[in-house]
């Protein structure tokens, strides 16, 4: 009998180990909660660092898992453990027996408007990063004034390395997203002056110092080291952004058509709501807890519950793709184990 | 006699919107590696004229960039070219030649002070 693998959440981690998978024969059924494939990805235009188009990555995804069974616009209503399997109750009144979970439900992007005096919400020249993203792919963003764009300021770190928001992790893949971002909109706007507000530079994965040179050498985007302290409008609808130049060690503000908050990656409340019908444990970050952070990252203490992607901290997009592969490949050498 | 007050002083504070950038732009045609600079500190660290007079030529480029011409020509008068800046700069950036080419593009219409 083919194994049956239930994969809680459809984005990429999900979608790429369904398709592995079904590689090896088994039978993975997805559980999704919202009426598309593709999670956060989906929205995104392109990805870093060779700028392959989002969608070409999720059409392949999609097609390659396509044989499994997808449930879409379907929550999990209820999880318990019989004697060696799990009894997985789905809001559309079906249940699944299963001996393998395999938790993808990835992240939530930090909701800007948390932080007020970045003034998400307040000011239609404060977008985020993945406000940005979608005008990338359908242009269609009533606070972009493609007429006006003189400058634009890009905030890193925005709910990420900060306590006060109870976010002390840094998200990983803001800075390189904001030099990505910055380069495209200065492609659109090449006479516009562009601002990086950052904090520290982060720049861990291949290539990505390539991109930050390029951005500074090649497209002359200004990198600010410091932390923006407030937003504020002034009577012709532009922004003022004011900051400490820290390299400098003095104040400094500028005036600008558009400001692009980078939010961060937070725990999504759906990987916790999950977690606790299993009594899975949360980390201190807020995301769910792996059995450790070295060896076995897609482990859970539980049998037979495994993770991937996001939804144990922040992550590249390669990074889930290869820990979707990971964490089938130990969930058929278990199977084989057993066997 | 009262102790406590405060006097105007100038802000020093730094307004890009007035930053004038025509001869950073002058200066990045010359020498484009000018906005490579990643304010490591390995330059002035190693500077000797650093350590008596606070020269730094991070901290020059950076005031070119902030407008902060008259302040960033001046601590360039205390570099004596050894080169040493350009000896331990991870990113490769020919120090020496650039303060050369800031000496050239920013002195005759700043004026000599």
């Known amino acids: 009998m083919k194994e049956i693998i239930v994969i809680i959440g459809g984005g990429i981690a999900g979608l790429e180990a369904a398709s592995q998978l079904l590689k090896l024969g088994y039978s993975p059924i997805i559980v999704e ?8 990805v989906s929205r995104w235009n392109k990805l870093f660092p060779d700028m392959t188009p989002a969608q070409d990555l999720l059409s392949e995804l999609i097609m390659s ?32 027996i299963t001996k393998y979970i395999l938790i993808t439900t990835g992240f939530r992007l930090f909701d800007a408007s948390k932080k007020e005096e970045y003034g998400y919400g307040v000011y239609d020249q404060v977008i985020t990063n993945a406000d940005l993203e979608h005008w990338f792919n359908n242009g269609n963003d009533g606070r972009i004034d493609n007429s006006q764009m003189n400058a634009i300021g890009f905030v890193h770190c925005v709910g990420s390395r900060d306590e006060k928001a109870r976010n002390t992790q840094c998200s990983k893949v803001c800075c390189i997203t904001a030099i990505k971002q910055a380069i495209e909109l200065k492609e659109r706007f090449p006479d516009a002056q562009i601002y990086c507000f950052y904090m520290d530079l982060r720049l861990f ?21 410091g932390r923006v302290s407030e937003v504020s409008e002034n009577i012709e609808g532009k922004v003022i952004v004011k900051a400490e130049d820290t390299l400098a060690g003095k104040p400094i503000k500028v005036t600008l058509d558009l400001l692009v908050l980078m939010s961060g990656m937070v725990c999504n409340p759906d990987s916790t709501r999950t977690a606790g019908m299993m009594a899975l444990p949360i980390d201190s970050d807020g995301f769910l807890k792996s059995s450790d952070n070295v060896f076995h990252i897609t482990s859970s203490p539980k049998q037979g519950i495994y993770y991937a992607g996001a939804c144990t901290g922040p992550k590249t997009v390669p990074e889930t793709l290869a820990e979707a592969r990971s964490a089938v490949l130990e969930i058929h050498s278990h199977i084989i184990g057993k066997e | 006699m009262n102790v406590f007050g405060f006097k105007i002083s100038p802000s020093s504070a730094i307004d890009m919107d007035k930053v004038d950038r025509a001869r950073f732009e002058e200066l990045c045609r010359v020498e484009p590696d000018a906005v490579r600079c990643m304010a490591c500190g390995s330059c002035s660290a190693t500077c000797p004229a650093s350590a008596f007079s606070g020269m730094s030529i991070r ?18 008068r205390n570099c004596m070219l050894c080169g040493k800046c350009t000896m331990v700069c991870p990113r490769g950036i020919n120090t020496r030649h650039l303060i050369l080419s800031i000496c050239r593009i920013y002195d005759d219409k700043e004026g000599k002070q």
Do not use: P
């Open chain 1, 65 to 96: 898992s396509k044989d499994a069974n997808i449930f879409l616009n379907t929550a999990i209503s209820s999880m318990n453990r019989l004697k060696d399997s799990y009894n997985i109750m789905l809001s559309n009144g079906i249940s699944i």
């Open chain 1, 33 to 40: 909660k919202s009426d598309h494939l593709g999670g956060h």
């Open chain 1, 205 to 225: 994965g291949k290539k990505f110092e390539d991109f930050y040179i390029k951005a500074q050498k090649d497209f002359g985007i200004h990198f600010i080291r």
């Open chain 2, 59 to 76: 901290k020059v480029l950076l005031m070119l960039q902030r407008g902060k011409e008259k302040d960033a020509f001046r601590m360039m």
